[in-house]
T-cell receptor, first 114, second 113 residues
Framework: DAGVIQSPRHEVTEMGQEVTLRCKPI?????LFWYRQTMMRGLELLIY????????DSGMPEDRFSAKMPNASFSTLKIQPSEPRDSAVYFC????????????FGSGTRLTVV | AQSVTQPDIHITVSEGASLELRCNYS??????LFWYVQSPGQGLQLLLK??????LVQGIKGFEAEFKRSQSSFNLRKPSVHWSDAAEYFC???????????FGTGTRLLVSP
């Protein structure tokens, strides 16, 4: 398996633009998680899905952030409009139904909003 | 509140020396505990995990961790550190309801020659 695949690896955008981050989880995993990593706040869970359904989005910082999982093999995290304070590394992770196996993380998307 | 704490932000160890990274948790029952490693520019990789049984667990890359209920700790150890171990290490906690994984703030390991 190729692991969790995220795209793009790097994104530089101007303030006010829409940004879409993409994630392909491991085949057979039924849970998907979006995390944000910054120096100031560390790793924050933004939202997670079970069987394509959003379960907990309490970590989504503002209405500017939205996430979808239209099918078991694809998820997006969208920021509209983007702001400089959204600059961070965004990680996607997936897990099987037995969460005790831990999560498998993608390589992340480094977002810079100028 | 359910949480995990890593008291050391940075640790420097000489190559070949032993390593211990500290992790403490706050939870009323025995949680599920994990250690992850993040190399620069990379995602997080699972080193090892504990949820029951033998309190000393072995992981990848020669790492081990010991669960101590009396101290609410799950410290990560390695007997001899290699330069390639320089990275950030995260302890993580999951409650027995199998909900979300909550990460500590991380410990950055520097390895000196």
């Amino acid at each position: 398996d190729a692991g969790v695949i995220q795209s793009p690896r790097h994104e530089v955008t101007e303030m006010g633009q829409e940004v879409t981050l993409r994630c392909k989880p491991i085949s057979g995993h039924n849970s998907l998680f979006w995390y944000r990593q910054t120096m100031m706040r560390g790793l924050e869970l933004l939202i997670y899905f079970n069987n394509n359904v959003p379960i907990d989005d309490s970590g989504m910082p503002e209405d500017r952030f939205s996430a979808k999982m239209p099918n078991a093999s694809f998820s997006t995290l969208k920021i509209q409009p983007s702001e400089p304070r959204d600059s961070a590394v965004y990680f996607c992770a997936s897990s099987s139904s037995d969460r005790r196996d831990g999560y498998t993380f993608g390589s992340g998307t480094r977002l810079t909003v100028v | 509140a359910q949480s995990v704490t890593q008291p050391d932000i940075h640790i420097t160890v000489s190559e070949g020396a032993s390593l211990e990274l500290r992790c403490n948790y706050s939870y009323g029952a025995t949680p599920y505990l994990f250690w992850y490693v993040q190399s620069p520019g990379q995602g997080l990789q699972l080193l090892l995990k504990y949820f029951s049984g033998d309190t000393l667990v072995q992981g990848i890359k020669g790492f081990e961790a010991e669960f101590k209920r009396s101290q609410s700790s799950f410290n990560l150890r390695k007997p001899s550190v290699h330069w390639s171990d320089a990275a950030e290490y995260f302890c993580a906690f999951m409650n027995t309801g199998f909900q979300k994984l909550v990460f500590g703030t991380g410990t950055r390991l520097l390895v000196s020659p």
